[in-house]
């Protein structure tokens, strides 16, 4: 059973900056596309930010273009977002999620496997 585990969300003041961890286990991570989603109060989940299963192809969305960063380091199984500069409107639950056919779309329909999710709360 493959499980992803998010850690690193929390309350910060607006121009700060946290790093997200996402922790996968039960299926061999190096193979899997990873992505950033998030949900803000009252929206729509929005896709954040993918890596390719090696690392060496990245995209994020336009708002955090600039700001954030997604890493992986594939020997200890973990997907991270470096997020600076951050603004309120970037408050939201956060998930990890994994695409085991290794394309890392933007569409949540992509991947299979999803984090439960940690609150990331910007205040201004």
């Known amino acids: 059973q493959v499980q992803l585990v998010e850690s690193g969300g929390g309350l910060v003041q607006a121009g700060g900056s946290l790093r997200l961890s996402c922790e996968v286990s039960?299926?061999?991570?190096?193979?899997?596309?990873m992505a950033w989603f998030r949900q803000g109060p009252g929206k729509e989940r929005e896709f954040v930010a993918a890596?390719?299963?090696?690392?060496?192809?990245?995209n994020y969305a336009d708002s955090v273009k600039g700001r954030f960063t997604i890493s992986r380091d594939n020997a200890k199984g973990t997907d991270y977002l470096q997020m600076n500069t951050l603004k309120p409107e970037d408050t939201a639950v956060y998930y990890c999620?994994?695409?085991?056919?290794?394309?890392?779309?933007?569409?949540?329909?992509?991947?299979?496997?999803w984090g439960q999710g940690t609150q990331v709360t910007v205040s201004s």
């Open positions: 039960g299926r061999t991570f190096s193979i899997l596309a």
């Open positions: 999620a994994a695409d085991p056919y290794g394309l890392g779309t933007h569409r949540s329909t992509s991947y299979d496997y």
């Open positions: 890596i390719s299963p090696g690392g060496s192809t990245t």
